[in-house]
């Protein structure tokens, strides 16, 4: 069977949800192996995490000179791993940094490369979405290796029996994998609400919120989900730039994707529209949004958003 790595994501104390989301793809294509690089002592409570996951094995690189010396020591003791297992691919999440270290392990192993795939075949031929959801595109790649950045929430993970076999591995970090140090990091504040590209339900707003997102808000914390942004809000300053939703932002693909007073410019829809479901509120009949949405109401949100908090609320009670 094919031997497939995943790389986990994590902060420290918490798994990534993309961790069993890309176990699932693995294991689509044989074994699902998790390798996980964590500091001294922090292993295991993670590897803990993915009980019930798809995952097989997991790997547990515990060596405090990845963090100190950041991705070129954490893409070295990757690479390693893949060599002696002898995989054939490894699956990572499709984050910033997440592809800073796929690109650095296609160099450095002269592999082929694929980023931001929304779905993967058991021959680990894969879809992308390009050019704004205008297309979709299949590939494969024919090197030995393939390297495989998959966007979050692009499956919904396979709940397993089985817990998977915990190992702990060795890497040695070379001096030319140690010439950057981090003295310092200082981890995001996060609130209240669910990780933007983790979140199974995102509302965003645009230019129609005039600033104001008290709306768009409300109806986030009512349904549990995310707020995003589109750039016209972020680049007036009313929403963090961390927020915005679309190409120069993050991309995101939740169950649920609710489009207020956002037109629809292709920037934005590169973001959001692998969405599984997008309904739109917008004034505007002729706006774009209104193509790619699943459901669509015209009409001003200050208005439609209080209406629809009430109709949840009526038939949760």
């Not at 490369?113 to 979405?129: E, F, K």
Request: a neutral charge.
């Amino acid at each position: 069977m094919t031997k497939n790595l995943v790389l986990i994501d994590h902060d420290g104390n918490k798994v990534a949800k993309s961790a069993a989301e890309l176990a699932t793809f693995a294991k689509r294509a044989g074994n699902a192996i998790g390798l996980l690089l964590a500091n001294s002592g922090s292993g295991d409570s993670l590897a803990a995490q993915l009980n019930g996951t798809e995952f097989e094995r997991v790997l547990i690189v515990e060596n405090d000179e990845i963090n100190r010396h950041g991705i070129a020591a954490a893409t070295a003791a990757i690479a390693q791993i893949i060599e002696k297992e002898g995989a054939e691919s490894i699956f990572i999440a499709s984050s910033a940094r997440g592809k800073e270290i796929a690109g650095r392990l296609a160099v450095r192993l002269k592999s082929g490369i694929i980023t931001d795939a929304v779905d993967v075949a058991s021959d680990l031929s894969t879809t992308q979405s390009v050019f704004g959801g205008s297309f979709s595109v299949k590939a494969k790649l024919k090197t030995p290796l393939s390297i495989i950045t998959v966007r979050p929430s692009s499956i919904e993970p396979v709940i397993s029996t089985s817990n998977p076999t915990i190992e702990k591995v060795t890497v040695a970090i070379d001096a030319k994998d140690k010439l950057v140090e981090i003295s310092a990091s200082q981890p995001p504040v996060k609130g209240g609400r669910p990780d933007l590209t983790e979140a199974k339900i995102v509302i965003s707003g645009g230019r129609g919120t005039n600033g104001n997102f008290a709306e768009v808000e409300a109806f986030a914390d009512l349904v549990g989900g995310a707020v995003g942004a589109s750039r016209a809000a972020t680049d007036a300053g009313w929403y963090p730039h961390t927020h915005q939703v679309g190409q120069t932002g993050k991309t995101v693909s939740p169950q649920l994707y609710v489009a207020c007073g956002i037109s629809g410019a292709i920037q934005h829809r590169a973001g959001m529209q692998t969405s599984k479901t997008i309904v739109a509120i917008n004034k505007d009949p002729e706006a774009p949004i209104f193509d790619l949405a699943d459901f669509g109401v015209v009409g001003d949100l200050f208005a439609v958003l209080p209406q629809a908090r009430e109709a949840i609320k009526s038939k949760r009670s």
